[in-house]
């Protein structure tokens, strides 16, 4: 089986879990918001407006170990342990976006489910096997009750930021902004090492952690 085939079986999972939920609820799957300050793109697999919250799910469905130490995650691929990026950082993320375009009136709970039940303990509730999915949503502490016509209100609002973008335009979209984060970094160092501006080479102004070129509108703080 193929990752993407692999990962769509694990994804129709989860909805399947989600959308059976006795409870009024909203479950949208597969929907792409945009960041309007960095312009990245966050696909985010399930985004349930639930009486307890609104949670946006990452699925991961990985056979095998995975490890988690540190802060720094790991899987075993051919008996191999191999770097895998922090899905529950990812996922904070795609939430704090949509945390924005709802204008931050409500709370947004990230959550990673392991399909398969080989999460690793991280020391966070958010990270979870799909076993524990309905305990975590009914058992989430929640501060406010939504009410069913607050839920339908919250889900119309997620309509309409949810973004028409193919899977292909968001890969390029990560790819770009990522090589533009890179650039910028070098351009940072660049400055911090040699004292001079990395695109007009003048002088470095440096006062405390600021930086500002002394001929071009290049300028950070550290």
């Known amino acids: 089986m193929s990752k993407l085939s692999r990962g769509q079986k694990g994804e129709d999972i989860v909805n399947k879990r989600l959308d059976s939920l006795k409870v009024h609820h909203h479950l949208f799957s597969d929907v792409t918001f945009i960041n309007k300050n960095s312009e990245m793109s966050h696909q985010i697999d399930h985004l349930l407006v639930h009486p307890h919250g609104v949670f946006v799910f990452e699925t991961k469905n990985y056979y ?8 720094d995650w790991s899987r075993k691929i051919d008996g191999k342990p191999k770097t895998m990026n922090d899905p529950l950082r990812q996922n904070k993320s795609h939430a704090i976006t949509v945390y924005k375009s709802l204008k931050g009136k409500y709370e947004v709970i990230p ?5 398969q039940n080989n999460a690793p303990y991280t020391g966070d509730e958010n990270v979870i096997n799909l076993n524990d999915l309905e305990l975590f949503i009914d058992s989430y502490p929640f501060k406010h009750k939504l009410r069913d016509d607050t839920i339908d209100k919250i889900a119309d609002e997620i309509k309409k930021n949810i973004k028409d973008v193919s899977k292909q335009d968001h890969l390029e979209n990560i790819s770009y902004l990522k090589a533009v984060k890179t650039e910028l970094r070098k351009e940072k160092e660049f400055a911090i090492t040699n004292g001079v501006c990395p695109r007009c080479q003048h002088k470095m102004i440096i006062k405390g952690n600021h930086f500002k070129c002394s001929n071009c509108d290049y300028k950070f703080d550290l």
Not at 64 to 71: A, L, M, Q, R, T
Not at 111 to 115: E, K, L
């Open 64 to 71: 095998g170990d995975v490890f988690y130490k540190s802060g």
């Open 111 to 115: 959550c990673v489910v392991f399909v």
